[in-house]
């Protein structure tokens, strides 16, 4: 079960057009996977977004990767 910050679902994230956030994952599992960020749409980077191995490599056990959404 993924879990963000201890909680099932994560948090909301509230942001007005123009901003750009940045979303740490740090992979404390026992199998590698990706965020897919349903509803958002990411022209500047489609290659973070969807499952793994199709747009990007999985997130690791023990690794991290930072989302820039903007």
């Known amino acids: ?4 910050n201890g909680s099932f679902l994560g948090p909301t994230i509230y942001v007005n057009t123009g901003d750009t956030i940045y979303v740490n994952v740090h992979n404390q599992g026992n199998c ?12 500047r980077n489609p290659w973070s977004d969807g499952p793994e191995y199709i747009r990007q490599c999985a997130i690791n056990p023990g690794s991290n990767f930072t989302y ?3």
């Open 68 to 70: 820039q959404v903007e």
């Open 32 to 43: 590698g996977f990706t965020i897919h960020w349903h509803g958002v749409m990411q022209p």
């Open 1 to 4: 079960m993924l879990t963000v």
